[in-house]
T-cell receptor, first 118, second 116 residues
């Protein structure tokens, strides 16, 4: 089974509108962390936001917020007031306490390509 | 320089060439990573170094040889590569590998490698 599932290969949003990028995960570890990264066409993977499995509140960082629903094992990224510069690939990733013998290995999903239209 | 830097940004090499990728982090981190990103595949972790010691080697072919001379520098030595090795190679660093799920990895801009 896939550890991280991003079901939207591509998403379109109008400039200044909000958009939600989906991410579901699969783990039996009680302690884990969830990350979102942005990858523009230049290639650099930019860290956006982090959510810990024990965090009571949803994480927020500026225009980014993480809609964390632990029981559903989902960690959707919400981008408010989209900008043209938000056009990029977005990756959801997870670190588990035990991942196939590797401590805290970071596992990535396949990504969602977001296009912001003017 | 700030963050994580990688050189070269682009590299074209023949299958018989020997080349090296360089990564440098300016964040004072203790762990460094090499990832491979091929088209339409999730990022694959290749190697992990913690305090200059290799702690993970995820079944990577021996034609890829990492080197970590100190906690700020990481190299990936390449020799007799195959065309299927063409990919984006990303370097990352974090405060402390295997310490906590909060340990965030920060990435460099990558080296786009083409093997002819």
């Amino acid at each position: 089974a896939q550890k991280i599932t991003q079901t939207q290969p591509g998403m379109f949003v109008q400039e200044k509108e909000a958009v939600t990028l989906d991410c579901t995960y699969d783990t039996s570890d009680p302690s884990y962390g969830l990350f979102w990264y942005k990858q523009p066409s230049s290639g650099e993977m930019i860290f956006l936001i982090y959510q810990g499995s024990y965090d009571q509140q949803n994480a927020t960082e500026g225009r980014y917020s993480l809609n964390f629903q632990k029981a559903r094992k989902s960690a959707n990224l919400v981008i408010s007031a989209s900008q043209l510069g938000d056009s990029a690939m977005y990756f959801c990733a997870m670190r588990e306490e035990n991942s196939g013998g590797s401590n805290y290995k970071l596992t990535f999903g396949k990504g969602t390509l977001l296009t912001v239209n003017p | 320089e700030t963050g994580v830097t990688q050189t070269p940004r682009h590299l074209v090499m023949g299958m018989t060439n020997k080349k090296s990728l360089k990564c440098e982090q300016h964040l004072g981190h203790n762990a460094m990573y090499w990832y491979k990103q091929s088209a339409k595949k999730p990022l694959e972790l290749m190697f992990v170094y913690s305090l200059e010691e290799r702690v993970e080697n995820n079944s990577v072919p021996s034609r890829f040889s990492p080197e970590c001379p100190n906690s700020s520098h990481l190299f990936l030595h390449l020799h007799t590569l195959q065309p299927e090795d063409s990919a984006l190679y990303l370097c990352a660093s974090s405060q402390a590998y295997g310490d906590a799920p909060t340990d965030t990895q920060y990435f460099g801009p990558g080296t786009r490698l083409t093997v002819l």
